[in-house]
């Protein structure tokens, strides 16, 4: 038996806050923990009082379960389950290591990432991590390095490589894209995107998320400059075209024989 395989109930982990009703973060209605600690800093980040990773409560996992069991009828009955946001959940992996095996050891429940992917696979693996998760909801922001660390003050060359380690070891994927009016949505970049996700496998959904401005007041309150004033919502028509760009870009792949065996559907997005 591996030491990570044991059930480590005292782990402990920075906690930002508690969504017992989530429906945007996996399948079916889910427990949603998000974490402290981020090492991105994305100009369109609607929760950046998560980057601080001294901030928040430190909770075990046994506390964590305590929240989770009042509302384990409902999760179960939706097909939900628990899924660890953040901040970003892979600054804490241990602890989500530890709570997410314990999750399915106690109460069968389906198990979830929301990451930046910004972690090295060794990382992840060695602590047991990936093997807890039943999906990962991996956020892809920018394609271009040069425009990507713009975007966020990180280069994507580890998140790009976390997303190959993925599909590489058979792990599930639902692939998540900001979409920002003059930012991400360039054709060249939504091009680029369509062609990477078009070579990974485990892709099962692809989700195109709007633009939102109501983490703003969040940056007014910390006092830090917010960079996209004025930039606003996209459209539906603008969704539309970044889809069938996207989509493009993934159908290239396969012409060219660059594609994974089964590609993800047609492009969903969400709020």
Not at 110 to 138: K, M, R, W, Y
Request: glycine share 10%.
């Amino acid at each position: 038996m591996r030491h990570h395989d044991r059930l480590d109930t005292a782990a402990t982990g920075r906690v930002h806050s508690i969504e017992t009703f989530g429906t945007m973060d996996g399948p079916g209605i889910r427990f949603v923990l998000f974490l402290q600690g981020c090492a991105l800093r994305c100009r369109y980040c609607h929760n950046p009082d998560t980057w601080d990773t001294s901030a928040g409560r430190e909770m075990d996992v046994e506390a964590v379960l305590a929240e989770i069991e009042p509302y384990l009828d409902y999760y179960r009955q939706s097909g939900g389950g628990i899924t660890i946001s953040g901040g970003e959940p892979t600054l804490q992996a241990p602890f989500v290591a530890a709570l997410l095996r314990e999750a399915k050891h106690r109460y069968g429940l389906h198990t979830a990432i929301d990451s930046s992917g910004f972690c090295e696979p060794a990382h992840a693996e060695a602590c047991g991590l990936l093997d807890a998760v039943d999906l990962v909801l991996l956020d892809l922001k920018m394609m271009d390095a040069a425009r990507h660390e713009d975007l966020t003050t990180q280069p994507n060359e580890r998140i790009l490589r976390f997303a190959r380690h993925l599909s590489d070891t058979g792990r599930r994927m639902w692939i998540r894209h900001v979409l920002i009016p003059g930012v991400t949505d360039r054709r060249e970049d939504l091009l680029a995107l369509g062609r990477f996700i078009g070579t990974l496998r485990g892709v099962d959904k692809l989700e195109l998320l709007p633009y939102h401005r109501m983490g703003v007041y969040k940056w007014q309150q910390l006092g830090i400059p917010y960079t996209l004033e004025g930039v606003q919502e996209p459209t539906q028509r603008e969704i539309e075209r970044a889809k069938r760009i996207i989509e493009e870009g993934r159908r290239e792949a396969s012409r060219t024989g660059c594609t994974a065996s089964s590609g993800p559907r047609i492009p969903q997005y969400g709020a």
